[in-house]
Each structure stands twice: as structure tokens, then as C-alpha cells.
């Protein structure tokens, strides 16, 4: 019991006082308030992406899902028009294959615009953690004017960290 009210007493001591040797803070709590205000500001930012890459995958599951219903009708439209040629349940057969594809084909951006959210929230992340251990600056407002960039085939891509 003595030890610890000992003990009690030199922590009390301490942190009134301050201790007998000066240390110096860790290099992570040596940040400004913007560098913490932008490190949080970017953790906001990934989890609404993160959220954003989920919608887009249900999305994606709903249009592929609408896909294989239009093919197993068109195949059933198909088999029947084989017992009994019908030039109309022909072209709605072709029709659902055609409707088919392209909901095939928006599955597969929304699921590739959901890989890509994700990737843009993990380097978001990476970023707020560089950030928050002082590893890297705050990033300056006039490095996002403008917040995009230009590739060779001239699509617009902008700036991950100026998002």
C-alpha cells in the first residue's frame, strides 16, 4: 500500500511539476491543427467512399441479377419458338439477350468503379496516417488548383487528395 501511494504521489508530482527529464514529445503529436483537421477531413472522406464502393456493388448484383433473369427468359422464349417458329417471340428473345448485355455490362463498371472508390479511399487513408505521424505535410490548397489532371487519351482524372 505504500509503494503505490508512493507511487501515486511522484505521478501526481510529475505531472503537476513536470518530470526531472525533458522529453520530447513523439514525433506523431508534433502536428498543426490543419495537418489534423486535413488527416481527419480524409478519413471522413475514405469512409464515405468505402460507402459509396458497397452501393455500387449492390447495384451491380441488382443489374447482374436482372441480366440472368433476361437471359433465362430469353432462353425459354427461344425453346418454345422451336417447337412453333414465331418471328415476334424471336425478336423479344433477341431483345432480352440484347437488354441482357447491357445490364451485364453496367454490372461490370459498377463494379469496377467500386474497386476503384476503394483504392482511392486506401490511398486516403495511407494519407491521413502519413499525415497524423508527421511523415508528410499538410497539403497545401493551391496544389489542387485545379484538382485534376489530363492523361494521354485526355480523360479527366482528378486528384485523389484534393477530392
Given at each position: 500500500m505504500r509503494g503505490s501511494a508512493l507511487a501515486l504521489a511522484l505521478l501526481v508530482t510529475m505531472c503537476i511539476c513536470g518530470s526531472a527529464e525533458a522529453k520530447p514529445k513523439p514525433k506523431s503529436f508534433m502536428i498543426d491543427?490543419?495537418?489534423m483537421d486535413e488527416a481527419r477531413d480524409l478519413l471522413e472522406r475514405a469512409v464515405?467512399?468505402?460507402e459509396l464502393a458497397a452501393g455500387e456493388d449492390d447495384s451491380a448484383v441488382v443489374a447482374e441479377k436482372s441480366a440472368e433473369a433476361r437471359e433465362r427468359e430469353a432462353r425459354r422464349?427461344?425453346?418454345a419458338s422451336r417447337t412453333k417458329p414465331d418471328a415476334r417471340a424471336t425478336q423479344r428473345a433477341?431483345?432480352?439477350?440484347a437488354e441482357a448485355a447491357l445490364a451485364r455490362a453496367l454490372a461490370r463498371r459498377q463494379h469496377d468503379r467500386a474497386r476503384e472508390n476503394r483504392q482511392d479511399a486506401d490511398e486516403m487513408r495511407a494519407r491521413a496516417l502519413r499525415i497524423a505521424r508527421g511523415e508528410?505535410?499538410?497539403?497545401?490548397?493551391n496544389e489542387c488548383d485545379p484538382p485534376f489532371s489530363f492523361d494521354a487519351s485526355?480523360?479527366?482524372?482528378?486528384?485523389v487528395q484534393c477530392l
Open positions: 491543427d490543419a495537418a464515405l467512399l468505402d422464349i427461344r425453346d433477341a431483345a432480352l439477350e508528410e505535410p499538410a497539403l497545401a490548397r485526355g480523360r479527366k482524372h482528378y486528384l
